[in-house]
Antibody, heavy 120, light 108 residues
Framework: QVQLVQSGAEVKKPGASVKVSCKAS????????ISWVRQAPGQGLEWMGW????????NYAQKLQGRVTMTTDTITSTAYMELRSLRSDDTAVYYC?????????????WGQGTLVSVSS | EIVLTQSPGTLSLSPGERATLSCRAS???????LAWYQQRPGQAPRLLIY???SRATGIPDRFSGSGSGTDFTLTISRLEPEDFAVYYC?????????FGGGTKVEIK
């Protein structure tokens, strides 16, 4: 079955960087894009950006431009999200999610989530 | 940026009752690009409805979506115990993609 499995929880200090992985299985990786969505504690969902697994094209949310980089490794069918210059308000659960393969950004399925805690 | 406003914030209902959730957009959204997700506590969101009214694979037919333009609705015809959760609408027709703030459906 189609599955996205994310890396484990991270604890970081302000100013540091974090890199979260999302390993895909059960489908042809390069035929779909991956988005990253985060959820601060007790809050709603915030889209961070998207990457094409086919050619690496990206589309980042403007508020994160310059701090976020999304990449893929087609050999291992893994997507990565790196966030730099971490602040306390970056504390959140980070999800990866697959699009529908036709350029439509509806998300199915989602990874299980990775908690990133930023604290001094 | 398209802002999605969901109402009510919390809906208190009993199992077997009908739930009606609203999602209003700050500007017109193509029906093709409106989705609904369910999120249970401690879990990732799950796609329920896409294209405003199409059920995702494996979603029971008690879930239905409708609407167009700026007003969309998710209806759960008869609440089952597993349906008590938070529901989010999402527009994916223009960047940035945006989500509504969510409606929590709780047991009365």
């Amino acid at each position: 079955q189609v599955q996205l499995v994310q890396s484990g929880a991270e604890v970081k200090k302000p100013g540091a960087s974090v890199k979260v992985s999302c390993k895909a299985s059960g489908y042809t990786f390069i035929s779909y894009g991956i988005s990253w969505v985060r959820q601060a504690p007790g809050q709603g969902l915030e889209w961070m950006g998207w990457i094409s697994a086919y050619n690496g094209n990206t589309n980042y949310a403007q508020k994160l431009q310059g701090r976020v980089t999304m990449t893929t490794d087609t050999i291992t069918s893994t997507a990565y999200m790196e966030l730099r210059s971490l602040r306390s308000d970056d504390t959140a659960v980070y999800y990866c999610a697959r699009d529908d393969g036709s350029g439509s950004y509806r998300f199915d399925p989602w990874g299980q989530g990775t908690l990133v805690s930023v604290s001094s | 940026e398209i802002v999605l406003t969901q109402s009510p914030g919390t809906l208190s209902l009993s199992p077997g009752e009908r739930a009606t959730l609203s999602c209003r957009a700050s500007q017109s959204v193509s029906s093709t690009y409106l989705a609904w997700y369910q999120q249970r506590p401690g879990q990732a969101p799950r796609l329920l409805i896409y294209g405003a009214s199409s059920r995702a694979t494996g979603i029971p037919d008690r879930f239905s979506g409708s609407g167009s333009g700026t007003d969309f609705t998710l209806t759960i015809s008869r609440l089952e115990p597993e349906d008590f959760a938070v529901y989010y609408c999402q527009q994916y027709g223009s960047s940035p993609l945006t989500f509504g703030g969510g409606t929590k459906v709780e047991i009365k």
